[in-house]
């Protein structure tokens, strides 16, 4: 058994403004990064595109219908001072959801142990209705509602360690009583939301703010206490991560000071709870991470325990 990389092909066509941080180069550092020989024996596969049926499982499709209007002819769009689109991004947003479900296919066929979608734009901003966040669609949670709905799984997991909260990941899954959704972020940050008290319709959602100069020790600390017993009882059959690196230390939005180092232990100790209550089954996919370098050494440290934990 081994590690896929879903690989999106359209990333690159997903343009943004000059100087915005979710910039095209992200999928250039990513793909550098794991172009490098110590990737040589990931299984990679490109991203399929998806259709509205999928897409409706995280979202209304007057949205969805929403955003394909939107998507401009020439030039860029903006659905808000942080999110724009242009001809390009229906086609990488697409796959983006597309990568997710098949990754989740591949994993669960025994195609492969785990798997990492390298894609862009990020999902976990997208609510039901409304696009925000650099996010358009909410690909994590329609993954995790894939493999509840066409692939029969009883009980999903999504873990989240962007530094931001994944409010758009919390509100798809707020009445899904089958999906845990747990986030670690630091707040106060953008998009506001993430409170403790914030625990879903039937106590399926758990927020662990990390303030603002707190580092991974912290981090450590919060998933060895709160984390990784909740996943312990819960028992799910999958293990869904958003793996955003912003809370880099050199990230430039956040003020989180965790390190590869740091984003090694997490990968290793959610690979290994994976191992513990569903054959090691995990699906994680690119969230943030907004300096370059960082991001490329954090995604290869991320990956390669993967690999480890595919072996």
Not at 155 to 164: G, K
Not at 175 to 184: H, N, Q, V, Y
């Amino acid at each position: 058994m081994t590690t896929l990389l879903v690989a999106n092909a359209h990333a690159t066509d997903h343009a943004m403004p000059q100087g915005h941080p979710e910039q095209v180069a992200r999928a250039g550092a990513v793909t550098g990064a794991l172009s490098a020989p110590a990737f040589s024996g990931l299984l990679r596969m490109a991203a399929p595109t998806t259709d509205d049926a999928v897409l409706r499982l995280g979202h209304p499709q007057s949205h969805i219908d929403a955003i394909r209007d939107a998507i401009p002819d020439t030039g860029l769009r903006a659905l808000d001072p942080d999110t724009h689109v242009g001809p390009g991004s229906l086609g990488a947003a697409l796959a983006g959801v597309g990568g997710c479900v098949a990754a989740v296919d591949a994993v669960l066929d025994g195609r492969a142990q785990n798997a990492f979608v390298a894609t862009r734009p990020p999902g976990h901003h997208a609510e039901r209705d409304r696009a925000m966040g650099f996010c358009l669609f909410s690909s994590i949670a329609i993954a995790a509602r894939h493999a509840l709905e066409t692939r029969g799984l009883d009980r999903v997991a999504v873990v989240d360690f962007d530094v931001h909260h994944g409010n758009g990941t919390q509100d798809v899954l707020w009445e899904e009583d089958r999906a845990l959704f747990i986030s670690s972020h630091q707040m106060p940050l953008y998009p506001g939301t993430g409170a403790a008290s914030e625990r879903g319709g039937s106590d399926n959602v758990m927020n662990l703010p990390l303030p603002p100069g707190s580092d991974g020790a912290m981090m450590r600390q919060v998933y060895t206490d709160h984390v990784i017993p909740r996943l312990t009882a819960w028992k799910p059959d999958l293990i869904l991560i958003s793996a955003g690196f912003d809370a880099h230390a050199d990230d430039p939005l956040a003020n989180l000071g965790w390190t590869e180092a740091d984003f090694a232990w997490v990968t290793r100790a959610l690979c290994e709870m994976a191992d513990a209550v569903c054959d090691g089954h995990v699906v994680s996919t690119l969230e943030g991470g907004y300096d370059l370098e960082a991001l490329a050494a954090s995604v290869a440290t991320h990956v390669d325990m993967l690999q480890e934990a595919g072996r």
